[in-house]
């Protein structure tokens, strides 16, 4: 029995032995990272000054040119868009920014919903790694489970799925990197197919995690006396009404933060060649619409 107890010890000494090596070995060459979508996260959260900041998913990624925003407004600019993160992540990200300096404005590109899905929760690993030396972004990121803190006691667990980007983001890989500019990546296709009819009214069940936190954003940015603007950025599909456009449009006059929707302007649903696919602008259609931003800007800071 002694013998046993005693193997059992030394198996569980040399499993967290392995956890710690190999998590310190991860966590080093994530943050050594000088390129890719990684990258970009860790700049937004961890290093960023710029003037405006620009908040989003997909769409906000690759639809908004802190080049032309800069060279207009005469104020620098990053982009902190990432693919597939909505709600919970913008505001986790704005909470660490806050916890350096104030931006002097905040672009926040609604997109997504306010629909409970667990999916959105998943997608909160995208934080984990910043779990341990961000503590402000901790309530956010336990939304995924209750297990979170316990999980991220280990070391290989905030990082058991970044492998092959940390290889790419440590490689400099070209298309990465030349193509990435303060944030922002550019698409270069175009959409060739007709304007299409999307069936996007219909109610869903309300996800209360997701309102509050988006509340939060918007209050976090009033707290912190930083102008913010809500932006719904062009689409290549025609809709008789979205019903988390109209939510979000709701929640931003209760919070009296002006809400502008271009999903409607005819200047992009007559352009298919100004689009990579449906959802997105290429590089084209980004700097056209970046231009229109810049005039909301400047209505916003002249108000």
Known sequence: MKKFIFNCIIGFVIVITLDFSLGKGLEYFYFKQSSGFQYRT???????????????????????KPSIIEEEIGMTC????RDGNFIFYQTAVLKSVLERYKPKLILYDFTGDFSNNQEDYDRLSSLLP?????SE?????????????????SGIYPFNSTLGNIVNGNLL?????????KGYVPLYGKWKEALKENNSDEQY?????????FKEFLDL?????IPVVVLVSPIFYK??????????????????VPFFDFTRNKDYLSAPNLFDDPDHLNDEGAMIYSKDVVETIKYILNK
């Not at 990053?78 to 868009?81: A, E, H, I, K, V």
């Not at 069940?205 to 936190?213: A, G, M, R, S, T």
């Not at 009404?241 to 009296?256: D, H, M, R, T, V």
């Open 137 to 153: 972004i901790r309530d956010i990121v336990n939304l995924r489970s209750s297990f979170e803190p316990f999980k991220n006691l």
């Open 78 to 81: 990053y982009n902190t868009g």
């Open 130 to 134: 910043y779990y341990k030396n961000h």
């Open 42 to 64: 860790t700049y937004s959260i961890e290093d960023t000054e710029d003037d405006i900041l620009v908040f989003g998913s997909s769409r906000a990624n690759h639809h908004y």
């Open 173 to 181: 890989i070209k298309d990465i990197d030349e193509y990435t500019n």
């Open 239 to 256: 809709y008789e009404s979205n019903f988390s456009i109209e939510l979000c449009k709701k929640k931003c006059k209760e919070a009296k």
């Open 205 to 213: 069940e309300i996800d209360p995690n997701k309102i509050k936190i």
């Open 221 to 225: 940015c009033k707290q912190n006396d």
